[in-house]
């Protein structure tokens, strides 16, 4: 009875480090990207729609969805253990990867972006300025020959 209940504690403290750890991708991702207000408040639900899960899935599948302290007790440890001892540099870790392959992946957007407004947006944006000057001297001329056909 004392072992199942120290495995189960095993467990929440498990499923505390886990939360920790989604807690840590959702601040990777904040330092990583700026992002407005109602994209973080979004964020925000969907963490604690995580976590409910998370902590439910846990609490069916590893203790039959009894509650008592010790899940709770064994939650809070996981979480404080993740992070005192793992989050830091889990955080320094991800967001230097995810910098660098924002470096990485830029090179060839810029690249493309700066293709496309050389060669498709400036070409076409001068095509479509000359086909209003002919479209403009077209209705001058056409104006110019309303006014003579009143004349008459």
């Known amino acids: 009875m004392v072992l199942e209940q120290l495995w189960t504690l095993f467990c929440f403290i498990l499923t505390g480090v886990v939360i920790g750890v989604v807690f840590d991708i959702f601040r990777i991702i904040r330092k ?12 925000d639900i969907l963490f604690w729609c995580l976590t409910g899960f998370i902590l439910l899935f846990s609490i069916f599948a590893f203790n039959q969805g009894e509650l008592r302290a010790y899940v709770f007790i064994g939650i809070i440890l996981g979480i404080i253990f993740h992070l005192l001892v793992f989050s830091n540099y889990f955080v320094k870790i991800f967001v230097a990867i995810l910098q660098f392959c924002k470096k990485i992946l830029g090179i060839p957007f810029r690249a493309t972006v700066q293709f496309t ?8 944006y001068h095509f479509l300025e ?3 000057e002919k479209i403009s001297k077209l209705e001058i ?5 309303d006014k003579i056909s009143d004349k008459i």
């Open 32 to 43: 990583s990207f700026k992002t407005s207000d109602i994209i973080t408040y979004i964020e």
């Open 117 to 124: 407004k050389k060669y498709i947006l400036r070409p076409s």
């Open 130 to 132: 000359k086909i209003k």
């Open 141 to 145: 001329k056409k104006q110019k020959k």
